[in-house]
């Protein structure tokens, strides 16, 4: 059985259609990533499924239980969890505190001390600790990323959306976030990422989602993906393609 | 049977006619804060205190000067159009956009400051309807089923329309219309594409306070007032603009006739207090069915 | 502590007592409305809850016999209930949504006390003298402080709980509040609730301690005073904090009561409008906001 299992989701906008019909399956463990081009739907798709919208048709189920229509704060207790791509921090919270309240609320119910504790551990992760008595405010945008990941990682959910997590980052900061992140899947944490640019997943992904204009192009291996003539020209454009 | 023609006769006729002058009245009330919240996203509490400052300001000059309360509402409509852009230069535009709990706080502030100030200058006591002469010399019209209809309650009718004729015809015929409708409906997009906000939320905040004085004027020679008048008829404009959906002047224009008439009918049956409570209940009944949740849209 | 207020109390003589009194009352009013606004949920209807208590306290103490003390405290349930079902509303409101619906209370309330059907009850536009404390017992400011400092304590806790965490993130975002697991309507309906206790808290003991004497004026119609003091006094002194709450409370009550009796009339209370539209504009946060700036500043100098 899937973890997580997405099926024929539509989501309009008005007279947009954000997604049309998108069917997606995450098995237990593995490091899948969704990739596709501005405006492909892929934060769309992680708002519906995390709750922020109620998708207008399509079924989705985690872990044998039916969330289509659950609210968003029941999903993060079953296990679901997700960094934003646009970095949304508490600002009236310290650093430390923003991860804290992720993990008082997150799959388990804390106490203020034990999360406090996880906050730590978390932010030392992400190499955060530093700037831990700091509001977001004067945080960098890398970091600010680092604070997102840090908050959907210290909710101790089995599976975790990173939007964009690594956008912006270059590097060493890009192979340190990189590490992070599969060092938390070796954990056995189910990991989706999605990206803008194809590079940064290959390497690590087991399974690529291909998302253009809100429907699925493609899924398969990276292997496989990377080959495919239909992705090809969705990334290059037709004329290249056609060459 | 008989006394079902009775009670027809002499209870509902009278209460479908004021049913219509108060939807009238709502109308125009509601209208002015729709426009604004519907464009501007403010709410303006003071609203109903601007409507009862035209109010005072046309009996004043009636009883002062002796003038025609059509001609008072001239002055009253200038003084009203001011005090309304100075609430949008010194309240709103220091913080707009920077935070809602400062817009919210701001407007109540100066509800406050308006509503004192008016207790103060025209003493909180009660003004009866009688003390603005009527604009027409009174008299009135017997209707069939013997419903006394007077000429005051007629004027107010085809005012409050025909304004709102004027007024759909400016949103949906002219240039300047054209510009505050695609302000409400993508604020960013309009600024885009050329439209001048700063200028148009003037612009807005005017025909709104405009709006509101023309409405004091005639509530002010159909009904009783005093300076804390303005909370009440401020819920009812909400009630009015929550249930015809803000920013719709079709949907004022039905939201208005229904609470007009829901308002008389439960103070009628109910007694006089009930009619401020029936809108709002209406209010809150329609929040709790179609709240613009959170999780909607934005 | 307590011994200090007493001695105090004893020297201050009985007008300075009446007045150190109103401050407790309104500090406990301040910090429950400012409970609710920290949650972003700006209230302009608390009056609602402030006269349910008042009018609770007194009907079940005159008509139903409940000795005071109990009374007091029993009261405000009808507070706390009125609190939860506004918040299962405003819970689900936005912003001017949650204003116009709170602001829409209180011309409500005052209609059904000023009702037909409800006058042998509230004794209708007249309203009723209940069952007062009695004057001449000193034991009624320490007694109102101890209950300021509870209520004081009662924030504290919740600040400093998951509950609390919880509140100042809903505070901040409430989507992202709800995707890191807050049950955000819960917690926004909880807190009115108890915002709706303490607000009629300080109604019940504003009636039986001071005015001795309950109005539907309480309900903050058609005079809004009622809804916003709690707003002066919270955003003046620095909302957020309940010390900003308590400088507010404890430099602007006496002027309040200075203004309603000495100075006398509406004008005074354009002040306060004023001097709220300043704050707002200028320093948004407040007295105490200005006064940690001043003493950051200073403390850099050195
Ligand atoms: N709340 C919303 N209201 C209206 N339109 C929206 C909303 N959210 C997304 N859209 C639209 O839906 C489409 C898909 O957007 P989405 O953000 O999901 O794309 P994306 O694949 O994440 O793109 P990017 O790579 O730029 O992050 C876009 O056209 C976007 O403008
Ligand atoms: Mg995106």
Known sequence: ?243 | MKIMAVFLLQHLGPLLIWGLVTSSVYLLMATGLTLIFGTLRLVNFAHGDLIVLSAFITFLLTTNMNLNPFIALIPAMFVVMTVGVAIYRFGFKPIYGISKVSEILMTIGISYIIENAMAYYFLPVYRTSVEIPSPVGGGGVVLPGNVLMTYDMLETIVVSWVLMIILYYWLYRTGQGIAIRALSQNPVGASISGVDVGRLSYVIFLVGSALAAVAGALYGILYTFWPYNGIILTLMAFSVMILGGVGSIPGTMIASLVMGYAVNFASYYLGGCWGEAISFIILALVLLVRPSGIFRGG | MTIAVILVSMMIGKYAEMIAITIMIFYIYSLAWSLVANTGMISLGHALFFALGSYAYGIFSLIYGINMISALFIGPIIGALAGLAVGFIAGRLRDWYIGMFTFALTPAGYALAVSDQLKPWTGGAVGFAPPAFSLSMSIWLPFSALLAFATYMIVFTIQNSRMGFALSAINDDEVAAATIGINTRLYKIIIFGISGYLSALAGAMFVSMYSRYISPEFFGYPDVSYNLWPIFYSIIGGMGTPEGVLLGTIILDPLTELARTVIGGPLALVTFGVLLAVVIIKTPGGIYGYVIKYFEAKSQMR
């Open chain 1, 1 to 243: 059985m899937n973890l997580l299992n997405v099926s024929n989701v539509v989501k309009r906008f008005g007279g947009l259609v954000a997604l049309n019909g998108v069917s997606v399956q995450v098995d237990r463990h593995e490091l899948v990533g969704i990739i596709g081009p501005n405006g492909a739907g892929k934060t769309t798709l992680v708002n519906v499924i995390m709750g922020i919208y109620y998708p207008d048709s399509g079924r989705m189920m985690f872990n044998g239980r039916d969330i289509t229509r659950m609210p968003p704060h029941r999903r993060v207790k079953l296990g679901i969890s997700r960094t934003y791509q646009v970095p949304r921090p508490f600002s009236n919270m310290r650093v430390l505190d923003n991860v804290a309240v992720a993990a008082m609320h997150g799959a388990k119910e804390l106490s203020v001390g034990e999360a406090r504790g996880i906050a730590r551990d978390i932010l030392e992760r992400v190499r955060l600790a530093d700037k831990a008595n700091l509001y977001p405010l004067s945080l960098s945008v890398t970091e600010l990323r680092k604070l997102e990941l840090a908050r959907a990682l210290a909710q101790g959910t089995k599976l975790v959306f990173l939007d964009e997590a690594s956008a912006g980052l270059t590097g060493d900061e890009l192979r340190e976030i990189l590490s992070v992140i599969e060092k938390i899947h070796d954990e056995g944490i189910t990991i989706v990422m999605i990206e803008h640019v194809m590079k940064v997943i290959f390497n690590i992904a087991e399974k690529i989602v291909v998302m253009v204009n809100g429907e699925k192009l493609a899924e398969g291996k990276p292997t496989e993906i990377s080959s495919d003539a239909r992705v090809i020209e969705s990334y290059l454009g037709r004329r290249w393609a056609s060459v």
